[in-house]
């Protein structure tokens, strides 16, 4: 191989990807109680979903190992890249760092470049096959990191929450208000800060209203999409994640539309009903 991608399991993989060798999943571990779950092939949404749902408590996650992602680097491929969810999130930034640091030790020959996707879910997915084309297009290991740095900047990520829940048990919304907020209906549209973190962009009454303010917030920030993937990423909610899909495309030209259903991370953030968008 001439390159191979890791991307933590808060990215989903295509199905095209997932059988192409090039591409591999280092897996985080989501806790529910007494409960360990492993993000990997295994997750059954529905029932992790049911497990949130039936917690008091906030679910946790727990970064790879830096000894997964030494191991994932231990390959004969020329360039080997590391994408990660956002390290104001996740530790798994630091820890695909120190595994790095663990192979170059041994072998400083080889060539690894760990991304911070500053993002998550359906960012990191498109981070990584834009790692795919530039490699494909024949680009030397140097250039491929400075394009996909660029990439990621230009990069924006948004979502609305169905489901409160997660908000309030993590301590970003209190009981009370997530009570009036459940009550009155009330969705909040969210996205990324350019560092990486979390903010409210938005909010609405109703769901439907919600995800027409995200729409109005996507198109209004990338009047330039002609030549951008579309990536959608929907909590078990496919004919939502369609129905955003189809009015984005009324209002905007993409080169591409990317849909997928999440996997653990993404389902513990975006919780049942919840919809990611990033461009």
């Known amino acids: ?3 191979k991608v890791i991307v933590d399991s808060c990215g989903e993989l295509t199905p095209e990807m997932k059988q192409d060798e090039r591409f591999a999943s280092a897996a985080l571990t989501l806790e529910v109680g007494a409960d360990t779950i492993v993000d990997d092939e295994t997750f059954d949404q529905a029932d992790f979903l049911r497990k949130v749902a039936a917690y008091p408590e906030c679910p946790k996650s727990a970064c790879p190992s830096p ?3 030494q191991k994932g680097f231990e390959t004969d491929a020329e360039h080997l ?9 996740s530790g798994s930034y630091n820890s695909a760092e120190l595994g790095k640091n663990l192979v170059l030790e041994e072998h400083p020959e080889k060539k690894i470049h760990v991304f911070n996707s500053k993002s998550a879910s359906v960012g990191e997915t498109l981070i990584a096959l834009k790692i795919q084309e530039c490699e494909e297009t024949g680009m030397e290991f140097e250039q491929v990191v400075e ?4 990439y990621i900047e230009s990069q924006h990520t948004y979502f609305v929450l169905e489901n409160l829940e997660t908000l309030r048990k993590n301590g970003r919304l209190s009981r009370v208000k ?6 009155l209906k009330i969705k909040p549209v969210m996205g990324s800060t350019p560092e990486g973190s979390i903010c409210q962009l938005d909010q609405a009454r109703g769901i439907n209203k919600a995800l027409v303010k995200m729409v109005d917030y996507v198109k209004e920030r990338e009047p330039h999409s002609s030549d951008k993937v579309l990536a959608i990423s929907h909590c078990n909610c496919p004919e939502r994640a369609q129905m955003v899909k189809e009015a984005l495309l009324e209002r ?7 849909i997928l259903d999440t996997a653990g991370v993404s389902s513990m953030y975006a919780n049942d009903g919840g919809i990611i ?3």
Do not use: G, H, P, R
């Open 81 to 89: 890249y590391a994408v990660t969810l956002s390290s104001e999130l």
């Open 178 to 183: 997530a009570l009036v907020a459940s009550a």
């Open 147 to 150: 394009t996909v740095d660029a």
């Open 277 to 279: 968008v990033v461009i």
């Open 252 to 258: 905007m030209q993409v080169k591409d539309v990317i």
């Open 1 to 3: 191989m001439k390159f």
């Open 67 to 69: 000894e997964v992602y």
